[in-house]
């Protein structure tokens, strides 16, 4: 049977391509989304790749990979620096099995001192930040060396 990976992506990212382009680069999430997913087809892998704005959505999201993914990649955005329900949600992941993939498109270390908590990271296998949009691929290849 094909694995899947989960993309989870919060607040504002569907913003991507307009909101602060000198941050986060030119590329919408449609763009993300095909890269994506051009690189796990490519490596053997079904992809799931949602966004949300609402904090209750990505638990659900999170706990629909539970039951049927194999790897989760989140970009909490800034329900990273504040939410202990996506960090819950994350932490029933450990039991079985999926690792987690924390992925930024920027530093948030080297941004503003309310983006250095994470409530993703303490739950994570590893976080990948920084690399701009290349980070969810990058997280891609983490993901699935994780799974192998
Ligand atoms: C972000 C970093 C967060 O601090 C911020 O709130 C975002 C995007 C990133 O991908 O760099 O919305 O997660």
Redesign the pocket.
């Known amino acids: 049977m094909i694995k899947t990976i989960y993309i989870l992506n919060?607040?504002?990212?569907n913003l991507l391509g307009t909101r602060e382009p000198e941050i986060?680069g030119a590329a919408t999430l449609g763009d993300i989304e095909t890269s994506c997913l051009q690189k796990c087809k490519a490596a053997g892998y079904d992809l799931s790749f949602h966004q949300s704005n609402i904090e209750g959505e990505i638990v659900d999201q999170i706990q629909e990979a539970g039951h049927k993914g194999a790897a989760v990649l989140i970009?909490a955005?800034?329900y990273?620096?504040t939410s202990v329900a996506i960090y819950d949600a994350l932490k029933t992941l450990k039991p079985l099995g999926i690792p987690v993939i924390e992925v930024?498109?920027?530093q948030?270390a080297s941004?503003e001192t309310f983006?250095l908590k994470s409530f993703v990271a303490p739950v994570a296998t590893g976080s990948i930040?920084g690399f701009g949009t290349n980070s969810y691929l990058l997280a891609i290849d983490a993901a699935i060396d994780s799974l192998s």
């Open positions: 919060g607040p504002n990212l986060y970009n955005a800034a990273t620096h930024h498109i920027s948030p941004r983006r930040s």
